[in-house]
């Protein structure tokens, strides 16, 4: 069966770069989650999209953007990149969320920044 | 605001041992607990879930139990094997929300 994807699957980038990470859903899935887990610690949800609308915002810096697009693959965009944004970035997607619908993980984003 | 919580953060335990798991949740709203599996460097997999209305769900040797009341649910692992060795993280999800709260993971160790 069809998963998330995400890519790329490793990224290095440098203080005060930007990065731009893209999540592709599972086929019929029409929301998005993005995560970001720290070294050690639980995924923290950073921001969803259910068709092609913000739908929810948790804890995403002001330097952090993202957006759902037609064909519902979403990317999520990093400027300004600070040391303690390396992390691993997880994105979600799941049918839509009507009675609360199972999120389903993609491989994930690791991002280090130098 | 919304957070939960999740004892003990390692639990060793014999193979074959059983294994529990506990979360606590401060939405009283909350109506949905899943609970992921992960394993070093891989995505959360969904192991097992829970909606408000049930109390009680088995998937052969895995259940999860939930008491509304306490506001707090478990995970309970039978027969543990060595692959069953992972980090676990419970969520809380609310209707009309588009997000997981997760608590804070349990490390599994199952010792052969």
């Known amino acids: 069966a069809a998963g998330v994807i995400q890519s790329p699957r490793h990224l290095i980038k440098e203080k005060r770069e930007t990065a731009t990470l893209k999540c592709y859903p599972i086929?019929?899935?029409?929301?998005v989650y993005w995560y970001q887990q720290g070294p050690g610690q639980d995924p923290q949800f950073l921001i969803s999209?259910?068709?092609?609308?913000?739908?929810d915002k948790g804890s995403i810096p002001d330097r952090f953007s993202a957006q759902q697009f037609s064909d519902y693959h979403s990317e999520l965009n990093m400027s300004s990149l600070e040391l303690g944004d390396s992390a691993l970035y997880f994105c979600a997607s799941s049918p839509e969320m009507r009675d609360q619908e199972t999120q389903y993980f993609g491989p994930g984003t690791r991002l280090l920044v130098l | 605001g919304e957070n939960v919580e999740q004892h003990p953060s390692t639990l060793s335990v014999q193979e074959g041992d059983s294994a529990v798991i506990k979360c606590t949740y401060s939405?009283?709203?909350?109506?949905?607990f899943p609970w992921y599996k992960q394993e070093l460097g891989k995505r959360p997999q969904l192991i097992i879930d829970i909606r408000s209305n049930v109390g009680e769900k088995k998937d052969q040797r895995i259940a999860v139990t939930l008491n509304k009341t306490a506001k707090h649910f478990s995970l309970h692992i039978t027969e543990t094997q060595p692959e069953d060795s992972a980090v676990y993280f419970c969520?809380?999800?609310?209707?009309?929300?588009?997000?997981?709260?997760f608590g804070t993971g349990t490390r599994l160790k199952v010792l052969a």
């Open positions: 999209f259910y068709e092609k609308m913000q739908s």
């Open positions: 969520a809380a999800s609310t209707s009309g929300t588009y997000k997981y709260i």
């Open positions: 086929p019929r899935h029409d929301t």
């Open positions: 939405d009283s709203a909350s109506n949905y």
